[in-house]
């Protein structure tokens, strides 16, 4: 591994860490209802459109990871997150909610690019022992990106709703600080990541390395995951509980607000604390899976707290006690974050050798699509009728996804074949760039020969 592997990790980890964009608008919902004089169903659309604009573009974008491979992939998406943000400080007039929309929209393709590295970069680059956890710090940069986005814009951009120029001038410090980091991130992610190291660091990678490139078929890659039932309850399950935080995440500032008027800038803290508290939760899950490799037990147990977290979360919130939502707020976070990096990683397990990209693109599509159909629901009983009824919507989905993922067999294929235990009708989906075939007989470093 060594500093290597500690500099892919960091270009991917830096690339994941530029998305407050997608929550800086939705959190700050008051705010751009005054300033560009528009209902709140079109501010919810500038978080939204991540989640639309993923959809249609995973196909490709995963494509493209497996025929050009990472680096490639996390230029363009640090670079048009940079030019998004870009595009963003255009849009510093009440008249111009269509440019700021366009800038999104942009950001929005970037985060195709992004999502689905942290497994990728993983397999790649980190060995058996410390795989999990790696995808759970590359992920990590994804959520920290998040809990900036909660943290700063409320802090930046108070609403001063009686001063649209104070809050023109507040806004474009947000806008152009924004595109600043997002600039610096990518010219980062051009100097330190690099494509795979020299060597494989484990069996897996080994065995896939030695596989011809041109046994590689994209089209058949898909099919098999499709077939994979397994996979397929996992891609819904995921989809549900990934699908369900970003709708939290989206509505969290109108449920605060419904309850507690006038508190936007604890409404960001306690995304913030969300947020935070998930980031905690990803690194012991990672931890954890990588000491035990119980990857269906705790999924399953995730799952299950997530839900009771859910349920205690939901009726509370109205008990008058901010803190009470800062505490169960917190729990959910650890759990629902907690999820990401254990659903990426039980998908690669029980896919291998599928490519990596591929089955934590299809998962993170599938959570885009709920996330859209969830926020869309949720938002309407929200407005309709009340916070209350919009979570309970979301506790009856994620029950379902209880069930689902107590249906899964755990088929560990990554792990069996690192522990030796090979299957000869597994035919390897190439992992790196088909332009780059040096090393495809390389041995592992500091293994005997009978173990490869």
């Not at 920290?144 to 001063?160: C, D, S």
């Not at 999820?339 to 998962?363: D, K, M, N, Q, R």
Request: glycine fraction near 10%; aromatic fraction near 10%; include cysteine.
């Amino acid at each position: 591994m060594g500093a290597d592997a500690v500099e892919a990790e960091g270009g991917d980890w830096g690339c994941e860490e530029a998305t407050p964009p997608w929550i800086q608008y939705s959190i700050l919902s008051s705010v751009f209802v005054g300033f560009y004089g528009v209902d709140s169903a079109r501010v919810d659309a500038l978080s939204l459109v991540y989640m639309v604009a993923y959809v249609p573009l995973i196909l490709p974008a995963t494509w493209l990871l497996d025929a050009r491979g990472l680096r490639l992939c996390a230029l363009l998406g640090a670079g048009l997150n940079a030019l998004g943000a870009w595009g963003k400080c255009l849009s510093l007039r009440p008249s111009r909610y269509v440019v700021t929309l366009l800038a999104q929209s942009v950001c929005a393709v970037a985060q195709v690019f992004l999502l689905g590295l942290p497994s990728r970069v993983a397999s790649v680059w980190f060995g058996p022992r410390e795989v999990s956890t790696a995808c759970a710090v590359a992920v990590l940069g994804n959520q920290l990106g998040t809990a900036i986005g909660f943290l700063l814009p409320p802090v930046l951009v108070p609403n001063t709703v009686d001063d649209i120029d104070l809050m023109q001038h507040n806004i474009g410090i947000m806008f152009y600080g924004t595109a600043i980091v997002s600039t610096i991130l990518f010219l980062i992610t051009g100097v330190v990541f690099e494509e795979r190291p020299k060597y494989p660091p484990s069996q897996a990678q080994a065995v896939l390395r030695d596989q011809p490139p041109e046994g590689y078929s994209y089209k058949q890659s898909i099919i098999n995951l499709f077939r994979n039932v397994p996979f397929v309850l996992l891609l819904i399950s995921y989809g549900i509980m990934t699908g369900a935080f970003y709708s939290i995440s989206t509505l969290l500032n109108q449920m605060i607000i419904t309850h507690y008027p006038g508190e936007e800038l604890n409404a960001g803290r306690i995304g913030l604390t969300l947020v935070v508290a998930g980031m905690v939760g990803s690194i012991i899950c990672g931890l954890w899976l990588d000491y035990t490799k119980t990857y269906k037990q705790t999924t399953l147990m995730v799952y299950i707290l997530s839900f009771i977290g859910m349920i205690v979360f939901t009726f509370t919130l109205n008990l008058g006690y901010l803190v009470v939502v800062f505490v169960t707020g917190g729990v959910l976070g650890f759990f629902m974050t907690g999820y990401l990096p254990l659903g990426f990683e039980f998908a690669v397990e029980i896919t291998y050798p599928e490519s990596e990209g591929t089955s934590s693109g299809l998962l993170n599509a599938s959570a885009q699509i709920f996330g859209i159909l969830f926020t869309l629901v949720q938002g309407k009983l929200t407005s309709a009728y009340s916070p209350l009824a919009g979570n309970l919507f979301l506790c009856a989905w994620i029950f379902v996804g209880i069930i689902l993922t107590a249906l899964i067999k755990s088929d560990l294929r990554r792990h069996n074949i690192n522990l030796g235990i090979m299957n000869t009708d597994i035919k390897a989906v190439p992992v790196d760039s088909p332009t780059e075939h040096e090393g495809n007989n390389a041995m592992l470093r500091d293994q005997p020969e009978s173990a490869i």
